[in-house]
């Protein structure tokens, strides 16, 4: 079974600082996915990615696969961005499918 | 909005009844996954069915079934619900079988009284 570390629990900062979340877990992936929940519960596909580094907007994702390490960072933070950031490495299938960290409460204060 | 679809929203009922989850992919998705979310457990993989075969298992129990139609919608069936199952249901559809991004519906919310 992966475990899965995120780093911080919970992370309240200004707007416009440069966030990150780190995740690490214990067994190799090909993949990791970035997902962001909301405070009403609904769940957004950020990143898939199982190399190097992807950005989408504000959003920076990076991964070392040898590492085990996967981090998100959020540049120009904004009070939208408050939510609950969960990473989850993919197995690929199996008894696993995706394991989730536990998840970084994220809060932007104006 | 996804494309997923998940009904009903919201599902009160008691313990030891059997309720019945439905989970419409986006169009085109071929995979769909099961989810349960609760307070203490956190989020966790339940079962994933391609092309209306089973593909993985995680930690789902006995209680608990799914099934894919040839339509390609899905349905997770729980049955002799306890206390503990009060969670967080989501269905997520993708494209392929593995390793792609996944697609989440709104989720049902159960309360088991």
């Known amino acids: 079974k992966n475990e899965v570390e995120q780093s911080p629990q919970n992370l309240t900062a200004q707007e416009g600082e440069f966030i990150t979340i780190n995740c690490s877990y214990s067994v190799g992936i090909s993949a990791l996915h970035w997902l962001q929940q909301h405070p009403g519960g609904g769940i957004v596909s950020l990143f898939m990615l199982s190399s190097g580094k992807k950005k989408h907007g504000r959003l920076i994702a990076t991964i070392n696969i040898q590492e085990k390490h996967s981090s998100l960072h959020i540049t120009a933070s904004h009070p939208r961005d408050s939510a609950v950031y969960i990473c989850?490495?993919?197995?690929?299938?199996?008894?696993?499918?995706?394991?989730f960290g536990k998840g970084t409460h994220l809060i932007i204060q104006p | 909005d996804s494309g997923v679809t998940q009904t009903p929203k919201h599902l009160i009922t008691a313990t030891g009844q059997r309720v019945t989850l439905r989970c419409s992919p986006r169009?085109?998705?071929?995979?769909v996954y099961w989810y349960q979310q609760s307070l203490d457990q956190g989020l966790q993989f339940l079962i994933q069915y391609y092309n209306g075969e089973e593909r993985a298992k995680g930690n789902i129990l006995e209680r608990f079934s799914a099934q894919q139609f040839p339509d390609l919608h899905s349905e997770l069936n729980l049955s002799s619900l306890e206390l503990g199952d009060s969670a967080l249901y989501f269905c997520?559809?993708?494209?392929?079988?593995?390793?792609?991004?996944?697609?989440f519906g709104p989720g049902t919310r159960l309360t088991v009284l």
């Open positions: 997520a559809s993708s494209v392929l079988s593995s390793y792609n991004e996944q697609f």
């Open positions: 169009s085109g998705d071929l995979s």
């Open positions: 989850a490495p993919d197995s690929g299938g199996g008894a696993d499918g995706l394991t």
